[in-house]
């Protein structure tokens, strides 16, 4: 095996003396070993439950029809079985409610896990191919030192050295010292050549942790993936519980009080199911239309003191500031208020009171929006060419777009709020690129707005 002496001696000599040296060693290049990663133990037995176990299917209910309720009225049995039915069916539609929503927050904890794992994987595999490429440049430099101090011994006829580094380049690393020939060369020199065998030993290294980091990201990554895409799956089934459940309910309780009360049912009780969904309508759309009055004034009040401050809503760049209020906490490791672990901070958070106004801070789609671990509510914008953003803590009852959802610059998308891992309302914001976490201030700052 070539040693990296024996390489640095040869790009130093002259092209003739390196090429009989050549023919004297045998040459071959090492390799820098592939350590396969197997440290995903937690992270892997968690989420690999998830991935398994895909929420229940949905299937068909029969519920009862009136014509059902009037058939059971034929006898007192009849009446009672009918009457068990229908509120074993009210009370399967509350269940599958509370059990859909227990389910989608569990995963969305679990999602939300992942993805930390993940992205601090990402921050420390980035670290390390850093280091690892300032320990390869160093340990260039200091190959290239030794290299020429070995030539030069060679060319001031201290053959005997430089012939042995060649013709038995495999031991080259021991030759210094195991045949008693370190009185050749200068305490300098020798010291040279030790630091550039360091050198090389932890570029080495570093290159191999690296390597393991880059394998434990790629795996990392998958199972976030998949964790998120059943948490989606997860607040889906859930929403579609609650739909059941307002789409149902009314008519079963109408056809219980008219079981319960052993009489004919008349065209009133035909109709409440209906009756009742349109009033819960009404009621629905004059709750959103006072929200959104609401967020109106808010958003006005917000944007007016913005534009006091000089703050630009919209940039030309077509990006917006998410909130507005001062920074209390940047990107990067702390020690985590609400758990107290150090760990990984992924996002910027901006002060602001609960129920101010969040905006998207580009054109995009949802690809979720709902509860996730420590991060509370939650919503995450795909802009595409790889690049998101991640708005956190949004107050209970504030999420305002759903998931696969188009949203624009600066559209309202959710309220401030201190949900999840949370001391105090404020907005955490993050910015990803191919979902992995950065600075959100210099990335802010280089599409023309400045949080804070």
């Not at 069916?89 to 269940?95: M, Q, T, V």
């Not at 050295?161 to 010292?177: E, I, M, P, R, W």
């Amino acid at each position: 095996m070539t040693t990296w002496l024996h390489r640095a001696a040869q790009r130093a000599l002259p092209a003739k003396t390196v090429s009989s040296a050549k023919t004297a060693a045998a040459t071959a290049r090492r390799r820098t070993p592939r350590v396969v990663a197997v440290v995903l133990a937690l992270t892997l037995a968690a989420v690999g439950t998830i991935v398994a176990d895909n929420a229940t299917p949905a299937y068909a209910v029969d519920y009862p029809t009136w014509q059902d309720v009037e058939n059971a009225r034929a006898s007192e049995s009849a009446t009672v079985a009918q009457i068990a039915e229908i509120t074993a069916l009210i009370a399967s539609l509350r269940a599958e409610v509370e059990r859909t929503q227990a389910e989608a927050e569990a995963k969305g904890v679990l999602a939300q896990e992942a993805d930390q794992a993940f992205q601090e994987a990402a921050l420390k595999a980035q670290k390390l191919t850093g280091q690892a490429d300032d320990a390869e440049k160093l340990a260039a430099q200091s190959q290239q030192q030794a290299g020429e101090i070995v030539a030069q011994q060679y060319r001031s006829g201290n053959g005997d050295v430089s012939a042995n580094l060649f013709v038995n380049a495999t031991q080259a690393d021991d030759l210094l010292y195991s045949y008693g020939m370190a009185d050749k060369f200068t305490e300098q020199t020798a010291g040279i050549y030790q630091k550039a065998l360091q050198d090389q030993n932890t570029a080495q290294a570093l290159a191999d942790q690296a390597d393991v980091a880059q394998s434990l990201l790629e795996e990392l990554k998958v199972a976030a993936e998949a964790a998120l895409a059943e948490a989606t799956a997860a607040a889906d089934a859930a929403a579609a519980a609650v739909a059941a459940q307002e789409e149902n309910e009314a008519n079963l309780n109408a056809q219980l009080t008219v079981l319960s009360e052993r009489r004919a049912a008349t065209e009133a009780d035909y109709n409440v199911g209906v009756q009742v969904r349109a009033e819960e309508e009404r009621q629905r759309q004059a709750a959103a239309a006072a929200a959104a009055q609401a967020a109106a004034a808010a958003d006005a009040a917000a944007r007016a003191a913005a534009a006091a401050a000089g703050a630009v809503a919209i940039a030309n760049t077509g990006w917006a500031k998410p909130a507005y209020g001062g920074i209390t906490s940047g990107y990067g490791n702390r020690l985590n208020p609400y758990s107290h672990v150090w760990r990984l901070h992924a996002g910027t958070d901006i002060g602001a009171a609960c129920g101010r106004p969040i905006y998207a801070a580009y054109a995009g789609t949802v690809i979720y929006s709902g509860w996730y671990g420590s991060y509370g509510n939650f919503i995450q914008i795909d802009h595409a060419n790889g690049i998101s953003t991640a708005y956190g803590h949004i107050v209970n009852g504030g999420l305002l777009a759903s998931d696969g959802q188009r949203v624009e610059a600066g559209q309202l998308i959710a309220y401030v709020g201190t949900t999840g891992g949370s001391t105090g309302c404020h907005l955490h914001f993050e910015t990803r690129v191919n979902n992995v976490a950065t600075d959100a201030v210099p990335f802010m700052r280089a599409q023309g707005i400045t949080l804070g």
